[in-house]
T-cell receptor
Framework: DAGVIQSPRHEVTEMGQEVTLRCKPISGHDYLFWYRQTMMRGLELLIYFNNNVPIDDSGMPEDRFSAKMPNASFSTLKIQPSEPRDSAVYFC???????????FGNGTRLTVT | GNSVTQMEGPVTLSEEAFLTINCTYTATGYPSLFWYVQYPGEGLQLLLKATKADDKGSNKGFEATYRKETTSFHLEKGSVQVSDSAVYFCALSRSGGGADGLTFGKGTHLIIQP
């Protein structure tokens, strides 16, 4: 079991640029989550999918953020255009079913200058 | 709405000391409660959980008891080790595992000195 795989581990970009974060969930897991972690706000749920369908995106901060899950083994979180306040660690997590614990990836540290 | 409050850190202890990290919650209904641990440069890992009142979750020497009367889920360990140094997150979920999205506390940074 390779675990949840995120890429890149670190991303440094300039304000206004597009950023795409990638996630490969654990094979067979039906749920996929995107979280953002900052010192000020802690861990925030941005969006989650069930069987590739977005279920709750109420945590997505604004229209600059979008997430997709084109198939069961891949998801992206895109920020366009990026802003310095988007700097954070972004985590992807997956779970097997409704009552299963979450498995987190190692995160992507995003810095927007 | 749901919320989790945990003691602010950092908490610094000597090896073999007794550990308590306080966690209280606000939620409607009967949530499941969790402790997750995050080691440097890694994602969160489930440490233990409890799904109903008076349940005790335990793992790796850590314990926490679901106290509905005090809406608490304090984390304890009798004798900490340097390797326990990490950030600990208390969390709750309306479902058993978190598939509706976990609500996390802000985390408590634990530092264990040899």
């Amino acid at each position: 079991d390779a675990g949840v795989i995120q890429s890149p581990r670190h991303e440094v970009t300039e304000m206004g640029q597009e950023v795409t974060l990638r996630c490969k969930p654990i094979s067979g897991h039906d749920y996929l989550f995107w979280y953002r972690q900052t010192m000020m706000r802690g861990l925030e749920l941005l969006i989650y999918f069930n069987n590739n369908v977005p279920i709750d995106d109420s945590g997505m901060p604004e229209d600059r953020f979008s997430a997709k899950m084109p198939n069961a083994s891949f998801s992206t979180l895109k920020i366009q255009p990026s802003e310095p306040r988007d700097s954070a660690v972004y985590f992807c997590a997956s779970s097997l079913e409704m009552s299963s614990p979450l498995h987190f990836g190692n995160g992507t540290r995003l810095t927007v200058t | 709405g749901n919320s989790v409050t945990q003691m602010e850190g950092p908490v610094t202890l000597s090896e073999e000391a007794f550990l308590t990290i306080n966690c209280t919650y606000t939620a409607t209904g009967y949530p499941s409660l969790f402790w997750y641990v995050q080691y440097p440069g890694e994602g969160l890992q489930l440490l233990l959980k409890a799904t109903k009142a008076d349940d005790k979750g335990s793992n790796k020497g850590f314990e926490a008891t679901y106290r509905k009367e005090t809406t608490s889920f304090h984390l304890e360990k009798g004798s900490v080790q340097v390797s326990d140094s990490a950030v600990y997150f208390c969390a709750l979920s309306r479902s058993g595992g978190g598939a509706d999205g976990l609500t996390f506390g802000k985390g408590t940074h634990l530092i264990i000195q040899p």
